[in-house]
């Protein structure tokens, strides 16, 4: 019997981008081919590119030219470009890399294969689906195909595209509107994967609080999915990201206080803390709102950790609104977060604030206040739990310590240890914090857990 043909998919950004990915890999896996293995050269090539990081377009178009040569060796071999930079380059991107075979949008993800047979006959294509099906997005096949890196931890997308209008963000034009996926399907895909051994799963959408309006014209359903995953045997773990601040709801709130396996763990994008930049960013919210909705969810919360994306050097942004940003990074005293340095994206409206750029060494020494801040905060939180006993998901070895292995809290904290020979992924463990670091932390294995250990948690709703 042949030899089956090998994919390689090379995915850029976020988990969204990650879990489509998984998804692109169970089409193919379902059409007869097989993932590449190290050492073997592939047959078709993907690449799901991103268009928030930095230099996304640098960096595909750098591993692109390094395939240029092996495409001109083995003129069978396919390279297909997907995700948010084809929705938004489209042509541009053949134009630059003529040796590419297919370009296919964040709409008509599941086209994929079909759209690289196509090109063995018809030669070089682009297929851009214009905007995404209703009835394709809710459709739940993609994802029971994945293949997933991980035997007991999956991901699952619960909405495509986002309403909202943020000045810096460049989704709602590649990925479309908000589009949700039944309840009962969410339901019954999160079944399955507990039926196949996943015992945590994290929920994706681009504002998870929304999830929901469009089906009921109304209130949103987040609440109500938080709690049906509760209700479900075997799952231990349920995480979610990211919601929007301005929709962070009491429901919300309530339902991760009182649903036993939901975990307490927020990441709440704040941005700026600056009225007057949030305004221009049209994020929806002020910042005592935001304050007042974060400490509503600590109050009802036990032990939440909070973390949260910023935004440095946003065109206009003075030194008034930069000290006002780190008040309230101080007030909010986050566990973890993600500061960025202002980097436009073509397409946006923060993009034509060009006389309003700051200088670039400004945001620099911007960033790097705030990030001594932050690091601050965070070394605090993981001192705190110095001599605590964790419950931890293990996930493995170390990237980079194969002795020590890994695995996270339900908080999502980091924590390394010392394993046991009979450890294994996926078990639940004991594990005794010794030593806390801004990014991880350091702990002693005590046992290996079984069965649920998670505690119901009350609502104390702040007024």
């Known amino acids: 019997m042949p030899e089956s043909r090998t994919f390689s998919i090379r995915t850029f950004g976020c988990q969204m981008n990650e879990h489509d990915s998984e998804r692109l890999a169970g089409l193919f896996v379902a059409r007869g081919m097989r993932p590449v293995r190290e050492g073997e050269s592939a047959d078709i090539v993907i690449f799901n590119t991103c268009t928030i990081r930095e230099n996304a377009d640098l960096k595909l178009y750098s591993a692109l030219g390094h395939l240029k040569a092996d495409k001109a060796r083995r003129p069978d071999m396919q390279i297909a470009v997907g995700g948010c930079m084809a929705q938004k380059d489209q042509e541009r991107i053949l134009e630059r890399a003529p040796w590419v075979d297919v370009v296919f949008g964040t709409h008509n993800l599941a086209e994929a294969p079909a759209l690289l047979e196509r090109a063995t006959r018809e030669g070089p294509l682009v297929d851009i689906w214009p905007a995404p099906d209703p009835e394709a997005t809710r459709d739940m096949a993609p994802a029971l195909y994945a293949v997933r890196e991980s035997d007991f931890a999956a991901w699952m997308t619960i909405q495509t595209g986002c309403d909202n209008t943020c000045a810096y963000c460049i989704v709602p034009s590649v990925r479309g509107g908000e589009i949700s996926r039944p309840l009962e399907d969410l339901v019954r895909e999160a079944q399955l994967l507990t039926s196949r051994g996943v015992t945590e799963i994290t929920v994706l959408g681009q504002n998870v609080n929304s999830y929901g309006r469009d089906l009921t014209g109304r209130a949103p359903l987040f609440a109500d999915l938080l709690r049906r995953l509760g209700e479900l045997d075997g799952l231990e773990r349920v995480r979610f990201t990211s919601p929007h601040p301005k929709d962070l709801r009491e429901d919300t709130i309530a339902a991760m206080a009182e649903t036993a396996n939901v975990c307490p763990q927020l990441h709440l994008p704040l941005q700026s803390g600056s009225d007057r930049v949030l305004s221009a960013m049209r994020r929806g919210y002020t910042a005592e709102r935001y304050l007042t909705r974060l400490r509503a969810a600590r109050a009802a919360i036990e032990d939440l950790h909070v973390s949260t994306d910023l935004i440095v050097g946003f065109p206009g942004e ?56 932050l690091d601050r905060s965070a070394l605090r939180h993981h001192e705190a739990r110095e001599g605590v006993i964790e419950e931890v998901l293990v996930e493995g070895p170390s990237r980079t ?8 809290t339900r908080q999502g904290k980091l924590v390394h240890f010392d394993p046991t020979a009979s450890l294994r992924r996926g078990a639940l463990v004991s594990v005794e914090i010794t030593h806390g670091a801004p990014y991880h932390l350091r702990g002693t294995l005590l046992d290996v857990r079984r069965g649920p250990r998670h505690k119901t948690r009350l609502s104390v709703l702040a007024s």
């Open 318 to 373: 003075t030194e008034e609104d930069f000290v006002r940003t780190l008040e309230v990074v101080a007030e909010a005293d986050y566990d973890s977060a993600y500061p960025f340095q202002f980097s436009p994206r073509e397409g946006t409206r923060a993009a034509g604030y060009v006389e309003e750029f700051i200088a670039p060494d400004v945001v620099r020494e911007r960033f790097l206040r705030l990030k001594e801040v």
């Open 401 to 408: 310590n194969d002795a020590v292995w890994s695995g996270r």
